[in-house]
């Protein structure tokens, strides 16, 4: 008797929860979606899968500009500042193949495809050619425990002055890069997967 007393409970149990559910699968589902796109703990669900398509289409479409599309820098004058205070201007690098890539700690496609620029710059970090630039829009202190926390060796720098007009998206992340001439040959906005043999072809013919 009491076996089957506590069956009719346990069946009266999970009825009442599968009512529970679907008459608040909707909100439920809402309450999950907030989670994932607007709290810390979908971030690494959001990274992931942008980093998926990143990839995809970095294969699909090239990242360049068409040659009738391309525009020339109107001015190199633009004050940067290091992690450790040094400064430098990007007329610093006139005449080298410049990869300008403006991001922040709390954007996830940045995040998404920061991994491959730093493939990117280890290929060729030893080439004097070509020079990186990671524009942090962010606190210097985030930038540093972010780079710490995931092991990047990047030559981040924040900005002192005004961006010459040709580089301000108002997008992140946005990725720049100006051939020797001063010539805006790639401006991406959005995740890309910057260490495709592709992308390391297209600079190799830069250089």
């Known amino acids: 008797m009491c ?31 907030v989670i994932f796109l607007f709290t810390p703990f979908g971030l690494p669900v959001r990274t992931f899968f942008i980093k ?11 990242v360049e500009s068409d040659m009738d599309e391309r525009v020339a820098l109107s001015a190199y004058n633009w004050e940067l ?13 006139k005449d080298k193949v410049v990869v300008i890539n403006i991001w922040a700690t709390w954007c996830p496609p940045c995040i998404a495809e920061m991994p491959s620029f730093q493939k990117l ?11 990186f630039l990671f524009v942090a829009s962010d606190d210097v202190l985030k930038v540093k425990k972010f780079l710490a926390k995931k092991g990047y060796n990047l030559p981040v720098y924040f900005s002192v002055s005004n961006a010459p007009g040709e580089l301000s998206s108002g997008s ?13 040959v790639v401006n991406k906005i ?4 910057w260490s495709s043999p592709h992308i390391k072809e297209f600079i190799n013919s830069l250089i």
């Open 81 to 93: 500042k290091g992690l450790n205070g040094e400064k430098i201007n990007l007329a610093d690098y």
């Open 190 to 193: 959005g995740a890309a997967d």
């Open 172 to 184: 992140l992340p946005t990725t720049y890069i100006l051939n020797k001439q001063g010539d805006i």
């Open 121 to 131: 710059y280890d290929e060729f970090k030893g080439n004097k050619e070509v020079v």
């Open 52 to 62: 998926q398509v990143a990839f995809v289409t970095t294969r699909l479409i090239p």
């Open 3 to 33: 076996f089957f007393t506590f069956a009719a409970k346990s069946s009266n149990h999970k009825t009442n929860s599968m009512e529970f559910i679907n008459r608040n699968l909707s909100n439920i589902l809402f309450f999950l979606f």
